[in-house]
Structure formats: structure tokens, C-alpha cells
């Protein structure tokens, strides 16, 4: 039982996942909680730990898919003030990890600091952009030089360049939570750094459903192949079980036409990984993280 008021009122019981993943698909977190500050946040992993309750953490959940029958756990968010920090400096940029991904290229675009460009239109967090090391064009870790996050036992680390590994899809930043990240940049002109960001945005807008439910490219891309052209040569486009449909336009999108479930994406998943596995003898690896 939880007995502090504090705590307590950072903390929402029985919260539908729907409401916190872009996917909008997810039956209810045992807990939601959303610290307001560094002591708050150990105080909750304390106490869940005390419960021997596990502990989830998440950004914008627009890397996830949340089983339909919920997850038994504390799902932590850092979308509060002081974990949506900034600070721009002559050579630097500091971003707290629930700060929005979007509104730091924004500052980079209004400063004109180059880096970032190609990443306009991932709508993740700073701290769910490094642990998976968003990007296409660019990575996010390419423009990393030291992160700040919160080991096992509680305590705050400041990791170097040396100590972090950034990969295709992900980073050695999953066994933390990241706290904030400095961030390089190429200085430039606030004019071509919106110009160019603006180009990748217009491109993504062409070639991927940004506005529809889902949470991006459900597979990896695997080695030299379009995870999203082998989907489409096996004829998945339009393709649905349920509410869950292969988009039209990027064939490793799954869209939330309505009110899909869980339970209809995996479906649907299986079958493509079935069929592409046959007709092309290649496993599709899921991107996305199911959870619960
Ligand atoms: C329309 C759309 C377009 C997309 N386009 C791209 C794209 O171009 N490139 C790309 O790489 N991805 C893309 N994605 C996928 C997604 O946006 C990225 O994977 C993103 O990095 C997830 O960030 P998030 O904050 O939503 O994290 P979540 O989805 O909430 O979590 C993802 C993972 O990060 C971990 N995590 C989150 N916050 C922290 C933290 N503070 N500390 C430690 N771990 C943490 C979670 O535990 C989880 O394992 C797209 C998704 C959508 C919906």
C-alpha cells in the first residue's frame, strides 16, 4: 500500500495506455506516474520496488504497443517541467528527457544549429529518442556528446561519448533512465536550418501516414533490404485483420483505423511475417515494443 500523499498524487491508478501511445491502442497500466522532480522519481521506483511492483518507462509511446489486457506495472512518464528542461548555451544544448522531440529541432531551428534536420516529424521524446536512437537520414546519437541518466541503484550518472553505444534502432541507454542529454551541433543560419527541416518534414508528410494512428515502421529494416518493400511485393498494402490496416502509402506502417486492438496488430504482424518469410526466406524482426 502507498501511504504518501506526495507520491500519490503524482501517480494515476488503473490508466488506460490508449490515452498515452500514438497507436492509441492498450488496456490499462496498473500504475501511471509522472514525477515532478528527481527525489520524486527515486521515491516512486523506492516504492514500486518495495511492492516488488516491476517499473516501465515511457515517452510518448510512439515506439509501443500495449497488449490489450494492460501491463502489470508502474509505467513511468517524465512529460512534467523538470524533466522538459532547456538550455541553449554558446556550444551546447541541454534537453530533459520528456522534453518533446519536436520542440527542441524547433529551437535549433531558431537558433540556427544544424544536427537535427532530418529527425523533424519522429514524435518522440528526447529520453525515447536516445534509448532507441531515432532517426533515417541522421541519428540522434550522432549528435550526442554526454547523457545524464539514473543506474539500477538510484544514482545519477553523467555518461561520456565513450561510454555510450548507439546502434541501428536502439543504445546501451535502455538499462538506464535518461535523464538529459547534451547535445552538439554545426552552427548555421536560422534560414537554411528551417529550410532544410522543413524539406525533411514535407518528405516524410509525402511518403508516411504522420497523422494517422500507429507508431511508425513496425519491423526492422532487414540487411540491405526495405522491411516496407517486401511487405508491399508479398501484397500486404491495404491488407487488415480487424481495425489494424497495412498503410496505402508506407507498407511498414500499421494504422489504427478505428478502434483496433492489440490483439488485431500481432495478428496482422504474424501473418506478414509468415508470408515474407515464404515468399522471400527473410525474418521480419518487430521495431516496435509490445508490451504487457
Ligand atoms: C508517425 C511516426 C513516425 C515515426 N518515424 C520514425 C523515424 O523516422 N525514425 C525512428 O527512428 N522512429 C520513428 N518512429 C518511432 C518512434 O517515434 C521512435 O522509436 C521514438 O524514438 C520513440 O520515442 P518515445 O518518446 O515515443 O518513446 P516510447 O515509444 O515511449 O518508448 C520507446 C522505448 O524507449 C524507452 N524510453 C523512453 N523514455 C526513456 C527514458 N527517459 N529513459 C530510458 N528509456 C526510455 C522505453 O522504455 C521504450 O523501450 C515513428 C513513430 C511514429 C508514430
Known sequence: MIHNDKILSMMKFCEPMREHTTFKIGGPADIWAQPKDLESLMQIIGLCRSESMPVVIAGNGSNLLIKDKGIKACVINLNTAYFKSLKVEADSVTAGAGLGLSRLINVF????????????????????????????????????????????????????????????????????????????????????????????????????????????????????????????????????????????????????????????????????IVKVKKDHGVRLEPEIKVLG
Open 109 to 272: 531551428c531558431k537558433e540556427g544549429l544544424s544536427g537535427l534536420e532530418s529527425l523533424a516529424g519522429i514524435p518522440a521524446t528526447v529520453g525515447g529518442a536516445l534509448a532507441m536512437n531515432a532517426g533515417g537520414k541522421a541519428w540522434i546519437g550522432d549528435f550526442i556528446e554526454e547523457v545524464s541518466v539514473m543506474d539500477g541503484e538510484l544514482k545519477v550518472r553523467n555518461l561520456d561519448r565513450k561510454e555510450l553505444v548507439f546502434r541501428y534502432r536502439g543504445s546501451n541507454l535502455g538499462k538506464y533512465i535518461v535523464l538529459n542529454a547534451r547535445f552538439k551541433f554545426r552552427k548555421s543560419n536560422p534560414e537554411t536550418v528551417k529550410k532544410q527541416t522543413k524539406r525533411f518534414l514535407d518528405e516524410k508528410i509525402k511518403n508516411q501516414d504522420l497523422a494517422a494512428k500507429s507508431a511508425g515502421c513496425v519491423f526492422k529494416n532487414p540487411n540491405g533490404a526495405s522491411a516496407g518493400r517486401l511487405i508491399d511485393l508479398s501484397g500486404f498494402k491495404g491488407k487488415n485483420v480487424g481495425d489494424a490496416f497495412v498503410s496505402e502509402k508506407h507498407t511498414n506502417f500499421i494504422i489504427n483505423a478505428q478502434n483496433a486492438t492489440c490483439s488485431d496488430v500481432l495478428k496482422l504482424m504474424d501473418k506478414i
